[in-house]
């Protein structure tokens, strides 16, 4: 069992930076995917970013690359999600979720609570 926490959410103007957490409990993090996805008010929710567990690997979004981050932290098992030059359109909840253990032949997936950003113009 794997217990997500995020963090770091909160309300930013626009333009500004946020660095989301994502910390895992109960079990070694190093062999699991994890992604971000976010939920905007109304809308459907949609994938942000990835970073894959052994090579590290990372993809985004079209709509944040180049101005989100996504990175692990295996010694602390945590993933961080560092999201610069942020706009209006970037307010949501943001959600973390984690696929894993890769290297195992059960796998199984889990989601955190989500952490709200605001972003205001």
């Known amino acids: 069992q794997v217990q997500l926490v995020e963090s770091g959410g909160g309300f930013v103007q626009a333009g500004g930076s946020l660095r989301l957490s994502c910390a895992a409990s109960?079990?070694?993090?190093?062999?699991?995917?994890v992604t971000w996805y976010r939920q905007a008010p109304g809308k459907e929710r949609e994938f942000v970013a990835i970073?894959?567990?052994?090579?590290?690997?990372?993809y985004y979004a079209d709509s944040v690359k180049g101005r989100f981050t996504i990175s692990r932290d295996n010694a602390v098992n945590t993933v961080y999600l560092q999201m610069n030059t942020l706009q209006p359109e970037a307010t949501a909840i943001y959600s973390c979720?984690?696929?894993?253990?890769?290297?195992?032949?059960?796998?199984?997936?889990?989601w955190g609570q989500g952490t709200k950003v605001t972003v205001s113009s």
């Open positions: 979720y984690a696929m894993g253990p890769r290297d195992s032949a059960s796998v199984y997936d889990y």
């Open positions: 970073i894959t567990w052994k090579s590290g690997s990372t």
């Open positions: 109960g079990r070694t993090f190093s062999s699991y995917d």
